[in-house]
Structure formats: C-alpha cells, structure tokens
C-alpha cells in the first residue's frame, strides 16, 4: 500500500488495484480551436493541465497502474446524441454549439475527426483502456465498470477536463459504485470561471472522495518505489 497526501486526510492505495481515469483529454477541450475554445470558453490554463497529465500518465504507468482514457463524441449522425425526449443534447455544449452553428456538424466531437481525439502529448499507449462515452458520466452507458473489475481495481485516480461537469460526473457515479475516488487538482480544470474548479474540490473532499495534487501523488509512488 501506498500512502497518498491529500485532504481531508491521507489515502492508502495499492497501486496494483489503482488506475488513473483520464478524462477527456481531447482537443475539443484542450487545444485552440476546439469545441470549448470556440464556445468562448476560457482555456489558457490547459496547456498546463496536459503538462501535468502527461508526468502523471507516465508515472503510473511506470508504477504498474492502469491508464483509461474516456472520451465523449458522438457518430456523425448523433444516433446516440439522446432523441427529443432526452435533454441532453439541450444541454451538453458541443452538441447546442452544433445546433446553433450548423456548419459544426460533424466537426466537433465527432468520431474520426481532430476535435475529438486526445491531444498529442498524451495519446494513449499500448496496455491502455479507452472507453467511448456519449453523456458526461464515464459509467453511463459504457463498460467501463465491468472493465475495471475485471481487472480488480478498487481505486481510482482522477484527471481531466473539464472538473466541474465530465469529471466530477464520473467520480460521482464512481463513488456510489464503491469505488475510492482521488482527484488530483492540478491535473484538472473547469469549464467556466474558477469557482467551479473550488467547488467541485469542496464536494469531493468533503462528501465524495478525496483530493491531492500531482506532486504529493508521484512524491508518494516515488517513496514507494
């Protein structure tokens, strides 16, 4: 066992029972000129956040943990978008980009295209899990669960943006599986001002999981090794 700083207290992890959930590292969400970029979302932060993903990506998998990578898109004709008694595609913003700007159809978070492939520094590897996902939640309507309990996991590390919405969906739906959740802050960042990005830690750390930073995570794999 491994024993990680984070607050509210620190968490034991078995690295063997671990796996990081990278979620959406994409360029619709990290790069210029993807989806969250042309939403008028600000991302100048995003840049760093992959820098981050990419020490802890790299550590874990030097550490024996697995790497899952989700990503959210949608097939070319939205069949699994949700039909006109789902309010998800009201909601879920590159889906309303594409219905206020026509000519982003098929463009943004589409299978196939750039918006919706990680970005380069992080591309997965060979070993890794990649999991498709079409709603904000990584366990909703996906294997993801039935994956990683074939695989024994019990713990799971959280990257990704953005924090207020996709990976705070999926921690929570991790949290009720049974799961232990860990997010790590600086490996994330929100979709809007940086009060999300606050909140979203406050509820982890006091109802849902808990939260370190990538320092005190490879610090700890570092000790261990």
Not at 68 to 91: C, F, R, T, W
Not at 96 to 123: H, N, S
Not at 199 to 211: D, Q, S
Request: proline share 5%; charged share 20%; with cysteine.
């Amino acid at each position: 066992m491994v024993s990680v700083s984070a607050e509210p207290e620190p968490l034991e992890i078995d690295p063997a029972r671990t796996a990081v959930i990278v979620v959406d590292m994409q360029n619709a969400f990290a790069a210029k000129g993807g989806m969250l970029d042309l939403a008028g979302m600000d991302i100048t932060g995003a840049d760093e956040v992959v820098q981050v993903n990419k020490r802890v990506i790299e550590a874990a998998r030097a550490n024996g943990i697995d790497v899952v990578y989700l990503q959210i898109g949608y097939d070319a004709e939205q069949m699994n978008a949700g039909g006109p008694e789902s309010p998800h595609p009201l909601k879920e913003l590159g889906l309303c980009l594409m219905r206020a700007q026509p000519e982003l159809r098929g463009k943004i978070l589409t299978y196939g295209t750039w918006d919706f492939e990680v970005v380069d520094e992080l591309k997965p590897q060979p070993g890794d899990l990649v999991v498709y996902k079409a709603r904000y939640s990584g366990f909703a309507g996906t294997n993801l669960d039935q994956l990683l309990r074939a695989r024994n996991k019990r713990y799971l590390l959280f990257t990704g943006i953005a924090t207020n919405v996709c990976v705070e969906s999926t921690l929570r739906d991790a949290y009720f599986l049974e799961y232990w959740p860990l997010i790590i802050s600086d490996a994330t960042m929100q979709a809007g001002p940086p009060s999300l990005q606050e909140a979203t830690l406050f509820n982890v750390r006091t109802f849902l999981g808990w939260v370190t930073t990538s320092e005190s995570l490879l610090g700890a794999l570092d000790s261990a090794g």
